[in-house]
Every structure is written in C-alpha cells, then in structure tokens.
C-alpha cells in the first residue's frame, strides 16, 4: 500500500489557493511569517526564488515527509522592484509608471520535500494601455490594488489596464501551475492526471 502524500501551499493568498484548488489536488494550506525582506542588488528572478524558499523551508521543518509549496510574486520595471503598495498614493504612483509601457512580473516558485528544496521561476511582460490619471483612480477605488505586487491584479479588474502579455497568464496571477504540476512530478508528488 502506497503511502499517502500530503502537498502542503505555504501561502495565504486566496488566487494561488483557488489555482490549486481548481486542479482538484488535495491539499492544506499553511501559511508562512517569514520576513520578505531582501537585497535589492540581486536579479528579479533570484529574489523570488529566495523569497519562495524562505516561505517553504519555514513550513516544511516541522511537516515531515510532506511537499511544501511556497511562492512569490513581483513586478520589474526599469530596474525597479515593485511590491504591494503600501498607500493609495503609492499605488498611483505605480500604475503611472506602467501605463503605456511593457514591465515583467516573475514568480518563483520552492518545493521543499524529501530534505530538498528545488527552485525554479516564470516570467511574462505585461503591457499596459496608456492610464489616464482618471483611469487610475477609477481602479485605485475599487480597493483591489492594495494587496498586490505592482498595484493591479490581472484576475480582477485590473484585468481593463492589460493590452498584451507575453507568457504564461498564471505567472501573473502568482503561480505558474502548469510548470508547477511537471516540477512536483518530477520530485515524486503524484498528479492524478
């Protein structure tokens, strides 16, 4: 008799919760307090990376034999960083920045499992129309802006100020399910499909 494997999504957020559950994969969720800070001299793609390490590797000390999933999310533009706004000023300020121009969200993606931990990262470009100030502020009250990287989510409403992208749509939504499903086969996790 196999044994049975428990994945485990080191995330409290309810888009990566809903991409997961929409696979029909069992799975609990335990969200991770781990401190998001980082260098700012590293490359995009190694700042999510460790973010999604530190997330999973502070779950899976005390989950035994189970495959913890952490994640994280950012939006780069002209060298810049940005995560979720603090303030609606900050928000705007954003969405300013973005309008009319091509920037790139990358997700990184830990799975600890098997006292491992295996890293990999997605990133799409994502081109906005040209926002008028009214544009921004007409979004910035709908209240979604606030709990995102780059102020918008590309799910919701924010979905009006997306012209193009190029990649895979759930990268930017903050987890890249399908690479995701190959990578956990890949560590031992068995997909029903």
Excluded at 55 to 75: H, L, P, R, W
Excluded at 102 to 109: E, F, K
Aim: overall charge negative.
């Amino acid at each position: 008799m196999t044994q049975k494997q428990t994945l485990i999504l080191a995330s409290s957020s309810p888009r990566r919760k809903e991409l997961l559950e929409d696979l029909r994969i069992s799975f609990e969720v335990s969200s991770s307090d781990v401190d998001e800070s980082f260098d700012r001299s590293l490359a995009p793609e190694e700042v999510v990376m460790d973010l999604a390490k530190r997330k999973a590797e502070s779950i899976a000390a005390d989950k035994g034999n189970a495959f913890i999933v952490g994640a994280d999310t950012i939006v780069f533009y002209q060298g810049i960083i940005l995560g979720k706004p603090e303030t609606r000023e900050q928000a705007f300020s954003m969405l300013k920045l973005l309008s009319g121009s091509t920037h790139s969200v990358y997700t990184g993606v830990a799975i600890a499992a098997n006292g491992s931990c295996l890293q990999f990262y997605e990133k799409t470009d994502v081109l906005f129309w040209e926002l008028t100030d009214d544009d921004i502020n007409n979004y910035l009250d709908t209240g979604e802006p606030f709990d995102k990287a780059g102020a918008y989510g590309i799910q919701g409403v924010g979905r009006i100020l997306v012209k193009k992208i190029t990649g895979d749509y759930f990268t930017v939504v903050g987890l890249p399910i399908s690479r995701l499903m190959r990578e956990l086969k890949a560590v031992g996790f068995s997909i029903p499909y």
